[in-house]
């Protein structure tokens, strides 16, 4: 798995033009953009951390925080937009207190709003790492979380 030096060797040259493509690069590879990650970045590119940080916030592909041991994906595709999947968006956020791109504090769980999770004849879909569950609806929410949670206690 290359380290963020050699992912930035691959983009010799100063242009910001390069700034998104090295961030996806690196969060495929890491899993993440870390502090350290954004610091090279902005050195290799000669831009502020902090301009590098605001741009690339505004795309809510990237994440800052490694995921949690459970990763909840949930499909903001059009389809699954169609069948309410904002109640569905919702209604998980407020069950754990976190958002899109967010680690609750335990870092047990984590949330990314996805584009389609190929599933959108039975939207809307949600996947807690590589499972998948359709069709889903408020109630759904709680008892999948809850199952997750049962098992870090039991
Ligand atoms: S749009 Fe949600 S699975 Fe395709």
New binding site residues.
């Given amino acids: 798995m290359p380290d963020i030096d050699s992912i930035l060797q691959k983009y010799p040259f100063v242009q910001t033009d390069n700034l998104i493509p090295i961030l996806q690069e690196i969060q495929e590879n890491l899993g993440f953009i870390s502090k350290e990650a954004l610091i090279k970045v902005g050195s290799h590119l000669q831009m502020p951390t902090s301009k590098i940080y605001g741009l690339a916030t505004f795309y809510n592909q990237f994440r800052f925080e490694p995921k949690g041991k459970h990763h909840i994906s949930i ?1 903001n ?4 937009h169609i069948h309410s999947n904002a109640i569905i968006i919702k209604e998980l956020y407020k069950k754990l207190g976190i958002k899109s791109g967010e680690v609750t504090k335990n870092g047990l769980f984590s949330i990314e709003e996805t584009e ?5 004849g039975k ?3 949600m996947a807690v790492n590589d499972k998948y569950f359709t069709s889903m609806t408020v109630e759904k929410v709680h008892e999948i979380v809850n199952f997750y949670m049962q098992i870090e206690n039991s």
């Fill in positions: 499909c595709g059009t389809s699954c389609c999770l190929s599933g959108c939207g809307p879909v």
